[in-house]
Nanobody, 122 residues
């Protein structure tokens, strides 16, 4: 079994900052891409940022220059530092990781966290 547990969401004023964390645990053999997605009310889930195992990154245009994704491979954890937050960043943020488990080293599967609410409002 693999679990992704997110933390760090909350309510913040426009212009403020938050840091999200997502820790993967369980029978992990290796983790390839890790990323953050978000889903606002009545909208589809969208990519926010991804990071590969060698720390190459990619960002949605809407967050470039404001958000930074990073990871700690020793802790199987991915982070999202969010600065200069805007009301339109309000959404449930989901962690995603492509993981190979110890029981099936021939395959990689995508796992999702439960989501953490980020609300940007004055």
């Amino acid at each position: 079994q693999v679990q992704l547990v997110e933390s760090g969401g909350g309510l913040v004023q426009p212009g403020g900052s938050l840091r999200l964390s997502c820790a993967a645990s369980g029978n992990i053999f290796s983790i390839n891409v890790m990323g953050w997605y978000r889903q606002a009310p009545a909208k589809q889930r969208e990519l926010v940022a991804i990071i590969t195992s060698d720390s190459s990154t990619n960002y949605a245009d809407s967050v470039k220059g404001r958000f930074t994704i990073s990871r700690d491979n020793a802790k199987n954890t991915v982070y999202l530092q969010m600065n200069s937050l805007k009301p339109e960043d309000t959404a449930v943020y989901y962690c995603n990781a492509h993981i190979t488990t110890t029981q099936a080293t021939h395959a990689t599967y995508a796992y999702w966290g439960q989501g953490t609410q980020v609300t940007v409002s004055s």
